[in-house]
């Protein structure tokens, strides 16, 4: 048990470690959740708007976010079931991935992506402590969520999309990783980027721009703000990057 304990966190660290360059062949199973390159920043229009600093690798205290079924909220609007693979992106301390794991099962598996090594070391420890065997760890750049293609059957954003810094190039470069179908849920506060929401019309604004189609958009119980739904654009109806009209552009 202790081996396997401390294999897992080594072979977390030794993940993050490797990005940009081959992990260790002990790390294989992870190292399947690193998906190659994709398109870079500069190709996209820049947001032209505010961009929120990361602060902090969780939203609240989770014992209110309990007492909200926030979790319990997003799975059932989502239809996540069990032996799923669904990706948390932005995943943080683990708040979501930690529930969906039990919710997808010994037969399922959650993706815990983030940009912050420090973040998903934590989260290696914490998931090596309680010998959690289905949650994987990847590390994703800022414009790039760096997951392989046709890998989720879902994904969740959760209270991290205003922190996106290049949102064109971080939609586009997700869209392959979801299987045909797929949805895409993104839970924020209804107010201004400078407050740590994102407007829903912003939101919506952007993810068409790159050729999402909104599903669905549910204002959750308690204080977690808004779920909306999107399915990712296939292949032939994504949209190149030099296709795509930022929203302040259409707005001016
Ligand atoms: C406020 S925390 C929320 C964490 C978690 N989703 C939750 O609900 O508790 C925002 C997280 O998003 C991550 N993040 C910011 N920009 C990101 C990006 N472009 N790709 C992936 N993660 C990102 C941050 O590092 C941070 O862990």
Known sequence: MRR?????IGCGLALLAAVGGAPSPACAQ???????????AHAFPSPGRPVADIVSPTRSQEAKRD???????IVRLMGIKRGMTVGDIG???????????????RSGTVIAQDVKKEYLAQLTEHIGRQNIQNVR??????????LPPGSLDAAILVHMYHEVAHPYAFLHNLAPALKTGARVGIVDLDKPISGHGTPPDLL????SAVG??????????????????????PAVRRKRPGEIIPCRAKAN
């Open 204 to 207: 919506r604004c952007e993810l």
């Open 67 to 73: 007492t909200n079924d926030e979790s319990g909220q």
């Open 91 to 105: 995943a943080g301390s683990g708040y979501h991935a930690l529930r969906l794991a039990r919710v997808v099962g």
């Open 137 to 146: 760890l990847a590390l994703g750049e800022p414009h790039d969520p760096r």
């Open 30 to 40: 992870d190292a399947q959740y690193l998906g190659p390159r994709g398109v870079p």
């Open 4 to 8: 396997q304990r401390l294999r897992t």
């Open 212 to 233: 999402y189609h909104e599903a669905a958009f549910h204002r959750l119980a308690g204080d977690a703000g808004y779920l909306a739904i999107f399915e990712a654009p």
